[in-house]
């Protein structure tokens, strides 16, 4: 790992010519993604760590990494070797705060590219390091030490068909300058990917797994302005759009014209680079108006939705049927297989994240990728942890099954349960409307608490449709979000346990919020399950069970093995009828 440690040393000599004690990677981009563009990378590029989450800190004497629990075993293998240490966020290990107080000077100046870091971010630091060292926003610093950075992408837009986006651009700009109306503003500026891809009905392949393009969108009451690069519109006749179309690097130029106009921003997603461009106005700040109206899918989307995960469910059922779990293979040989199958469906676009299949130890790791020089031969005894998805035209899935190879440990069998029990709760209960996720979280976590067992990531994420597979702004886990789950929200369910040096397991369907019924107390709501395959029977030990969970699990796979029969490959019934039929208590 020399080439690591003569990055940090090259970037050492630029901040103490710049006058500068130490450097802040957020690992995100302009827009603050979560998954970015090979020119964003910086996390990877100066520390080895190639995970989506984390935080890096190069000081003149130290170079620190902190991540949380999905990538504790991951990020300590990429950086052995190098002058990076690993400090696990939410854990005894002092975070990022704590550690500057303890070992930077109080008049120390921590660089942060302006262009990296939201206005939101910034202040938070800055106030929460009052009287001790400040963060200064920058330009370009990571450009001197990196020569040949990639650029910003340029790939082709294309338009989504509108039988799978249900309304049209036209109709979702009207729905946010009225809302601007209600909020007593004159624009917006929004600088969210997926919100802007979801708004324009546009797609493109910036970022790997998310159809999305590097882009800004202004709406005001009279105008409406997309930033991007106006090469990217070969196969669109760009004249028909709704919006006028501006090149990308003009958007802080229009936002300075703007005098004495109130507008709407979210500073959680509005970098520092625009800082003297928004706040020259009166301006009201919050979430952007897009983000909940994407959240709540339409009809035509939770069809389209419904559509990708029947097209799914066939080809993971295929795969499943033609695989022999007795017989030697590998991890990627398993990805391999599956993504062919997937190739076969109709709107097939491709993959919704890079797949996770993790063998024995590897599916401990949350969020392992088996590599072409680094991967597992699948023999003899053990779980495999599949975690993959699609995109297709019509909708995005996301879907885990642990699966068994060779024969089960009887400690195997009962943790599997114990997880399966969390996700069928979750996924069955009904809950009065208003319910936030964080008030379901335990449904899922109290069999494996009961057990003195749990999981440390979040037990369901936002789906997007045809978009990112991680969506906000509603989430099931232990985080206070202040946001009901709401008619149409599509969300995962996905509880899982996971034995370092030993074995992991997951199980995930994508569920959406759907109406159910009304009493004289109220309206409440129930979940509708999307994903459709069938789960490991041979790892379901009935003696945890109670008759409710085993007619639950029956009633699904009913369900699963009516659904798919006759469109799955003849050669695949036998396997089906096998997976889905009934468990009884033994």
């Not at 302009?30 to 990877?44: D, G, I, K």
């Not at 070797?81 to 921590?110: G, V, Y």
């Not at 929004?190 to 159809?211: E, F, G, K, Q, V």
């Not at 232990?478 to 599509?490: F, N, R």
Request: net charge negative.
């Amino acid at each position: 790992m020399k080439e690591i440690n003569q990055r940090v040393e090259n970037l050492r000599k630029i901040l103490k010519q710049k006058g500068f004690d130490a450097y802040y990677v957020s690992g995100s981009d302009p827009h603050q993604s979560e998954y970015v563009a090979p020119r964003w990378r910086t996390r990877h590029f100066i520390s080895g760590f190639s995970g989506s989450a984390g935080t890096v800190l190069v000081t003149m004497n130290d170079a620190v990494l902190w991540t949380d629990s999905r990538y504790f075993i991951q990020a300590a293998n990429e950086i052995k070797d190098t002058c990076f240490k690993m400090l696990r966020q939410d854990t005894e290990d002092p975070d990022m705060i704590s550690w500057i107080k303890s070992n930077l000077k109080k008049d120390a100046k921590i660089a942060v590219e302006a262009s990296e870091i939201s206005i939101a971010s910034f202040d938070e630091l800055n106030s929460k390091l009052y009287g001790s060292a400040r963060f200064v926003p920058v330009e370009g610093i990571l450009d001197e030490v990196w020569p040949g950075r990639p650029s910003v992408p340029e790939t082709v837009i294309t338009q989504m068909k509108l039988e799978y986006a249900g309304k049209t651009a036209e109709d979702k700009i009207a729905s946010v300058r009225k809302s601007l109306e209600e909020k007593g503003c004159f624009w917006t500026f929004i600088a969210s990917l997926d919100d802007i891809a979801w708004l324009t009905n546009l797609r493109a392949d910036d970022i790997m797994y998310n159809p999305v393009f590097y882009s800004y969108m202004f709406i005001s009451m009279d105008r409406a302005v997309l930033f991007t690069s106006k090469k990217r519109f070969a196969e669109l006749d760009a004249s028909s759009l709704p919006f006028e179309i501006m090149d990308y690097e003009e958007a802080c130029n229009m936002l300075l014209l703007l005098a004495d106009k109130k507008g709407y921003y979210n500073p959680e997603r509005i970098v520092m680079s625009f800082e003297s461009a928004v706040k020259k106005n009166p301006c009201s700040t919050g979430s952007d108006i897009t983000t909940l109206m994407k959240a709540k899918k339409n009809a035509l989307e939770m069809e389209g939705m419904r559509r990708a995960h029947f097209e799914d469910a066939v080809a993971f059922v295929n795969f499943l049927a033609k695989l022999d779990p007795m017989k030697k293979t590998d991890e990627l040989e398993i990805e391999e297989k599956l993504e062919n199958e997937r190739k076969r469906r109709p709107l097939y676009l491709g993959p919704s994240f890079s797949t996770i299949a993790g063998f024995k130890e590897n599916g401990a790791m949350c969020h392992y990728r088996a590599l072409k020089d680094n991967y597992k031969t699948i023999e003899g005894n053990g779980l495999l942890v599949l975690d993959s998805g699609g995109q297709y035209e019509c909708g995005t899935t996301d879907i885990t099954r642990t699966l068994l190879f060779g024969q089960a440990e009887e400690d195997e069998r009962r943790d599997y349960t114990l997880v399966l029990k969390g996700h069928l709760a979750l996924a069955f209960q009904r809950f009065y409307k208003g319910t936030r996720g964080v008030q379901l979280d335990v449904l899922a976590k109290q069999f494996l608490w009961q057990s003195g067992q749990t999981f440390y990531h979040g037990t369901g994420h936002g789906v997007g449709c045809r978009l990112n597979v991680h969506e906000g702004p509603m989430r099931i886990s232990s985080a206070l979000i202040d946001v009901p789950l709401e008619e149409g929200m599509v969300i995962s369910d996905e509880p899982g346990l996971y034995k370092e040096g030993r074995y992991g397991i997951r199980i995930e369907n994508l569920i959406a919020v759907k109406d159910d019924v009304e009493t004289e107390f109220g309206k409440f709501l129930s979940f509708e399950v999307l994903t459709m395959v069938p789960y490991e029977k041979r790892l379901i030990d009935t003696r945890y069970l109670s008759d409710v969970e085993i007619n639950a699990i029956n009633s699904y796979h009913k369900w699963v093995y009516e659904t798919l029969k006759d469109h799955v490959d003849e050669s695949s019934v036998p396997y089906l009828e096998s997976a889905t039929s009934p468990i009884v208590r033994k």
